[in-house]
C-alpha cells in the first residue's frame, strides 16, 4: 500500500547561492513535498512546463531526469554527451547534458542549469512509484 504524505518544507536559501534566488522580496518558501518508497517528493518547473515530481537529493550536483520521454516533451536542447558513474550496477552510462535551463520550485528560481538526461532502460521511478 503506498501513502502519501504532505510536507510543508521551509527552504532559506541565500542570495549567493549558486544560480538559485528567490523570485520576490521573500527569504523563505515552503514547498508541499510528498513521500514515497522513504523519498521525498518536490514539484519544480523547468522551463515553464507544468510542475514535475522530482526525487530530493542533497547528494547530486546536477539535476538528473530518469525519463527520457519528459526530456522530447519539453523539447529540450541536447549539447553534449556525459558519462556517468555510480547508478546502481550499470557501471559506465551514456547520457546526455542539456544546458541554460530555467529551474521553478515555488517563487525559487535556478537560471542557466544543467540538467542530465538518462536513457530509459536505467530506471523509471513512475513505475516504481506508479505516478509520473
Known sequence: MLC???LLLNVQVPAS???FRFTSQ???EKIPAKIAHNLVL???QINDSPPVNF???TGVRTTLITETVFAYMLDLPLH???WIMGLGN???VEAFRSKHNTIRVGNIKGEDMDLI???DDIISFSEIFGFP
Request: glycine content about 8%.
Open 17 to 19: 547561492s549558486e544560480g
Open 4 to 6: 502519501l504524505f504532505f
Open 90 to 92: 550499470e557501471g559506465i
Open 80 to 82: 553534449e554527451t556525459v
Open 55 to 57: 526525487i530530493l537529493d
Open 42 to 44: 518536490i514539484p519544480l
Open 117 to 119: 538526461i538518462l536513457p
Open 26 to 28: 521573500r527569504h523563505s
